[in-house]
């Protein structure tokens, strides 16, 4: 799998909800159109609250993926 | 988008219940942080979450605690509005958290009724 190019990275593990999206709320206001978010988190509600999320706000979740316990997301701003 | 979505979420239980005292502070973050608008109302015993120091001490087993929580809202904008009479019965008024706003059955009247949708806790 070709690498995405991550432009700023969020660490919310050990948070709960919704506290991981709430952070990924304002990190992603920080990001261009086009620029991606590496997202990971250990609250098992993130798996089914970040798509939400992008569902409801237009971003784009380019990826999900757990490691050890962790989930990864990356996240593509589509808006201001 | 969901820019011009709006939920008006009522919260009635107070510290005393720290599970549905925390639940609406959850729904909340997670609409604010969605980009919807976020109008929280307190009344009964809700309105003692709103009161200056005591939202520090509720925290529920497994729920984020509600004083981070309260202050993300806050932050991305969700409004706080709080019922006169139940400050006034509990003598807090003058002991509210910034940014809360006491009012009256009309002004929550006027909040639902142009909402998307409400939920009542």
């Not at chain 2, 981070?68 to 139940?86: A, M, Q, T």
Request: hydrophobic share 45%.
């Amino acid at each position: 799998m070709a690498a995405t190019q991550v432009d700023k990275e969020l660490d919310a593990r050990g948070l709960l909800c919704p506290m991981p999206i709430v952070k990924t709320a304002k990190a992603m206001k920080e990001l261009a159109p086009g620029e991606v978010l590496k997202l990971t988190a250990t609250d098992r509600g993130a798996v089914t609250d970040v798509p939400a999320w992008a569902g409801t706000t237009g971003n784009e979740l380019l990826e999900t993926h757990e490691e050890d316990g962790v989930f990864v997301f990356l996240i593509r701003k589509t808006q201001e | 988008m969901a820019d011009h979505e709006k939920l008006v979420i009522m919260v009635t239980h107070g510290p005393e219940d720290p599970e549905l005292a925390t639940i609406p502070f959850v729904m909340a973050g997670a609409a604010v942080a969605s980009d919807v608008d976020v109008v929280m109302g307190f009344q009964g015993d809700g309105c003692r979450l709103v009161q200056k120091g005591v939202a520090e001490t509720v925290v529920a087993p497994e729920f984020a605690p509600l004083a981070g929580l309260l202050d993300s809202v806050r932050e991305l904008g969700g409004k706080l509005l709080v019922c006169s009479p139940c400050v006034k019965s509990r003598g807090i008024e003058d002991e509210l958290v910034e940014g809360a706003e006491v009012c009256a059955a009309a002004r929550f009247v006027s909040e639902v009724t142009s909402a998307t949708n409400s939920l009542v806790y």
